[in-house]
């Protein structure tokens, strides 16, 4: 059996039989770890015992498992793992949603303006989910695959120019139409994601060197001052 | 550069000013035809001793410090933007040629050479008289009353050298999604920061100090004098609401086209007055 602690002494139940759970489990997914192999069978029968809804999934991130419960985001550590009597205690901690948007925000270097077009939402959305606005259960799981996906690239991959290519219509779709397509579930998201991604990949190298200031001649000409919406359309 | 006194014998008064700076293009200047284009436009000059750092960028819309220069000398001139001329262009046949022009310093001139793009400065004030955003008066009166106006003009101006612009971004933070024009937007407000840096500047610790001074440092709450609060408090407080997610920097290289045509130009926006300010009809 597996026991998840919750902090403050709090535990979200004994897995025995499914029928004996007091709580829904929305979706779980697995992350790859250096367990125990203990604790790794343990998990593996949890998995089983849960079955294809559970979405497990493993992926290369190494912080444990991402658990949802009720609407909580768990994180399950394996480092305090210890073995009692033939069971396996792990501690468990909520991951903030805010922690998920930061990452993001950080990895592909994002302002708020920029995550709600990438989310399809407004940004007073995204000022609500970090002030712990709940988001649609479809964005909760973007979040977390598109960091798996993250997660997946080769090194070197600058995630900061993503930005600057995802609404490009490679191969009849922009990443952005696909990762807000609804239609798509996780794995296929997972997927679609990837593979568009790959497409980008020569996109998103740097094809410019930095700007040496000492060598150009600069002014201080702003983009509203010769960029009117007139002289483009 | 023309001296008032140069136009005394040929034309209309224009000794209301020391100096008289022309800003119409050179095309114009030396178009062939008069009557295609009759006149030419100048700025009313007053010499200064010596130019102000905070009015030589162009953030203030209405004076702008300038060098103009001769082979021989220079001068410090306080431009203002309410006093303007259209004058006949044939009165440039009939005065001396200017000795001083206002002029853009050249590479390597010297160590402060990007510091004195004097024309280029002025050419963008000019330019910025037309394209300044109105921002709703309730969000310039909560910027204001909330400290953080404090925040962008007086500390951040400190670091003036290190940043290309501070960009804003409005949105209504109300259910119903905001479509009319912009300075009608009423409140409350969604407020995001982005400062652009210089190559050389470490956009990280800018956008970390200003983080610091809208929520970590405190100031007295206005309406409890023993209290203190946040900047970011005290906006929420007056209907502007910011969070620590909605400060970013980057530098000059790795902002895009595309973001900065979202953004506000902080120094573009007529924070100076509001409509309160019109007069009675």
């Known amino acids: 059996m597996l026991e998840l602690a919750l902090p403050g002494g709090a535990s979200i139940g004994m897995i025995g039989t499914a029928s004996s759970m007091p709580f829904q489990f929305r979706q779980a997914e697995v992350r790859s770890f250096d367990f125990s192999p203990t604790l790794s069978d343990q998990l593996a029968k949890f998995r089983a015992l849960w079955g294809s809804d559970t979405a497990t999934q493993s992926s290369s991130a190494s912080h444990g498992v991402v658990l949802y419960v009720d609407d909580q985001r768990i994180v399950v550590e394996p480092e305090t793992a210890s073995q009692e009597a033939g069971d396996t205690a792990v501690t468990a901690q909520p991951v903030l949603l805010r922690d998920r948007l930061d990452e993001i925000k950080n990895r592909f270097s994002l302002s708020i303006t920029q995550m709600a077009e990438l989310f399809g939402v407004t940004r007073k959305a995204v000022y609500d989910w970090y002030e712990g606005a709940e988001p649609r259960s479809l964005t909760t799981s973007r979040i977390e695959v598109l960091l798996d996906v993250a997660e997946q690239l080769p090194n070197g991959v600058d995630l900061r120019r993503l930005k600057t290519v995802w609404n490009i219509p490679v191969s009849g779709r922009s990443f952005r139409s696909v990762f807000c397509d609804d239609s798509l579930d996780t794995e296929n998201l997972r997927s679609a994601l990837l593979a568009k991604l790959h497409e980008l990949l020569p996109r998103m190298a740097a094809t410019t060197s930095p700007a040496h200031k000492a060598s150009v001649v600069l002014g201080e000409g702003h983009l509203s001052e010769f960029d009117r919406r007139a002289d483009i359309t | ?281």
């Open chain 2, 1 to 281: 550069m023309i001296p008032a006194e140069a136009f005394a014998k040929h034309g209309p008064d224009c000794s209301d000013v020391e100096y008289w700076v022309i800003v119409s293009q050179t095309c114009n200047l030396y178009n062939i035809s008069f009557e295609r284009v009759p006149v030419f436009e100048l700025i009313g000059a007053r010499a200064i001793a010596q130019c102000d750092a905070g009015k030589m960028k162009g953030d203030n819309p209405r004076i702008l410090h300038v060098e103009a220069q001769s082979p021989d000398a220079l001068i410090s001139l306080e431009l203002d933007i309410q006093t303007r001329r259209w004058l006949p262009r044939v009165l440039l046949a009939k005065i001396p040629a200017p000795d001083f022009a206002v002029l853009d310093a050249m590479p390597g001139q010297d160590a402060d050479w990007l510091k004195k793009q004097w024309q280029d400065n002025l050419a963008g004030w000019l330019a910025r008289s037309y394209t300044r955003v109105a921002l709703p008066d309730e969000f310039n009166t909560a910027l204001a009353d909330s400290r953080i106006k404090d925040v962008l003009e007086t500390k951040l101006a400190k670091r003036k050298d290190e940043l290309y612009g501070i960009y804003m971004s409005l949105d209504s933070d109300s259910q119903e999604p905001w479509e009319g024009r912009l300075g009608e937007m009423p409140p409350p407000f969604l407020l995001e920061i982005t400062l652009v840096a210089h190559e050389g500047a470490d956009p990280e610790e800018l956008a970390k100090s200003l983080t610091k001074q809208l929520f970590d440092d405190k100031v007295t709450d206005p309406t409890n004098k023993n209290n203190k609060i946040s900047r970011a408090e005290l906006g929420a407080h007056h209907g502007i609401k910011i969070i620590r997610a909605g400060i970013s920097a980057k530098t000059v290289s790795e902002i895009t086209l595309q973001e900065l045509k979202t953004l506000i130009r902080y120094s573009l926006v007529d924070h100076l007055s509001d409509s309160s300010q019109a007069a009675d009809a």
